[in-house]
């Protein structure tokens, strides 16, 4: 696989999206947030987005240029519809107009519907840990086509219905979870197969009901099964209370839209610390409860306790020096689609 560094991963994107009719700042930030989730170890999410992207706006289940309407606010809520443009760009719209509330309010939340794939989850919660506020997010694909199973089913009908929440502190990296609501996001398996590399048992299910650890299968009528294994009921429950969050609060609906087209929907909330206590007492304290939870003695074959979102910190202080591994299937398709747009010699392929 192609080492490359950040910088230019992002040209790539950018300007691939740009030729197929994303404006400028459009490109820039759907660009931003793929190899932001390349740093930070989540490739699922990455540069390897791009194509399918750029094939949905070729289909025009992908919008360039959509306006975001405000369907319906008040002072701590707001409505949103993307029109089905680029899900980074009208979730930014809309985690920016919520933490603006929040700051006169204290507590804020929107609803996002009718957009395109958000990427990485964590990306907005963390938006408002800047502001020093708390914040959380869940999404779900609204009426695009099920990936995974009700536990102890074998046919799809929920998505892998993420939720993400990010603190605010004093430590070097930020403290925050993200995570699917399924065993594992689509995309990891998505990954695997691109890579030709096997997964985990426990991940998915062929069409049979059977465990497999061969990615393709998911392709094939097999199904992702929920967060949790055997107490899989667990990760079941969050993701149904997710796709009420997500898609049922949102007027998405559930079940699945004919046309296929992705269509995520976002609930997110925010709540300004400083309404509960003070700002810098709070972050001293998140701070000292990660050093607390560091300094747990480690189970046989562990070396080291991480606080929740340090691996992505340490993964993003690394690639950022060492540069970004991309799939040879991923970066074939990434040339080919700058020979088909004639910018193969600009972005130096």
């Known amino acids: 696989m192609p080492i490359i560094q950040a910088n230019r991963l992002r040209k790539i994107g950018a300007r691939l999206l740009e030729e197929s009719g994303a404006s400028k700042d459009e490109a820039a930030t759907v660009a931003r947030h793929c190899v932001s989730a390349n740093l930070t170890g989540h490739d699922s999410h990455g540069i390897i987005q791009i194509p399918t992207y750029i094939d949905r706006v070729d289909r025009g289940h992908i919008v360039p240029g959509a306006p975001i309407d405000i369907v319906q606010e008040s002072?701590?809520?707001?409505?949103?519809?993307?029109?089905?443009?680029?899900?980074?760009?009208?979730?930014?719209?809309?985690?920016?107009?919520?933490?603006?509330?929040?700051?006169?309010?204290?507590?804020?939340?929107?609803?996002?519907?009718?957009?395109?794939?958000?990427?990485?989850a964590a990306s907005y919660p963390l938006m408002a840990v800047k502001e020093g506020m708390i914040a959380m997010m869940t999404a779900d694909s609204g009426r695009t086509p099920k990936s995974v199973a009700p536990f102890g089913g074998r046919a799809p009908r929920l998505g892998t219905n993420p939720i993400a929440i990010a603190m605010p502190s004093n430590l070097e990296g930020p403290m925050f979870i993200?995570?699917?609501t399924s065993a594992v996001a689509?995309?990891?398996?998505?990954?695997?197969?691109?890579?030709?590399?096997?997964?985990?048992?426990?991940?998915?299910?062929?069409?049979?009901?059977?465990?497999?650890?061969?990615?393709?299968?998911?392709?094939?009528?097999?199904?992702?099964l929920p967060l949790g294994g055997d107490i899989g009921y667990k990760g079941y429950g969050l993701a149904t209370m997710v796709e009420i969050f997500s898609g049922l609060l949102t007027g998405l609906g559930f079940g699945i839209e004919p046309t296929?087209?992705?269509?995520?929907?976002?609930?997110?909330?925010?709540?300004?610390?400083?309404?509960?206590?003070?700002?810098?007492?709070?972050?001293?304290?998140?701070?000292?409860?990660?050093a607390y939870l560091k300094d747990t003695p480690t189970a046989a074959g562990i070396k080291e306790i991480y606080y929740p979102g340090e691996v992505e910190f340490i993964s993003e202080k690394k690639r950022s020096?060492?540069?970004?591994?991309?799939?040879?299937?991923?970066?074939?398709?990434?040339?080919?689609?700058?020979?088909?747009?004639?910018i193969s010699s600009e972005l130096e392929f």
Request: charged letters at 25%; aromatic letters at 8%; hydrophobic letters at 40%.
């Open 75 to 120: 002072a701590t809520t707001t409505v949103i519809d993307g029109n089905w443009g680029f899900g980074y760009v009208v979730n930014e719209f809309a985690m920016n107009l919520t933490i603006e509330k929040a700051k006169k309010s204290n507590v804020a939340a929107a609803t996002v519907y009718r957009q395109s794939h958000v990427g990485r």
């Open 178 to 180: 993200d995570m699917a």
């Open 186 to 224: 689509k995309g990891k398996v998505m990954l695997a197969a691109a890579r030709g590399t096997t997964i985990p048992t426990g991940w998915v299910i062929d069409k049979d009901g059977n465990d497999t650890t061969n990615p393709t299968d998911i392709n094939d009528g097999g199904v992702l």
């Open 260 to 290: 296929g087209r992705h269509n995520d929907g976002c609930f997110m909330a925010v709540f300004n610390v400083e309404a509960f206590r003070p700002l810098d007492q709070f972050k001293a304290e998140v701070t000292e409860l990660a």
């Open 321 to 342: 020096v060492d540069g970004i591994d991309v799939e040879d299937k991923t970066w074939g398709k990434l040339s080919a689609l700058a020979e088909k747009y004639g």
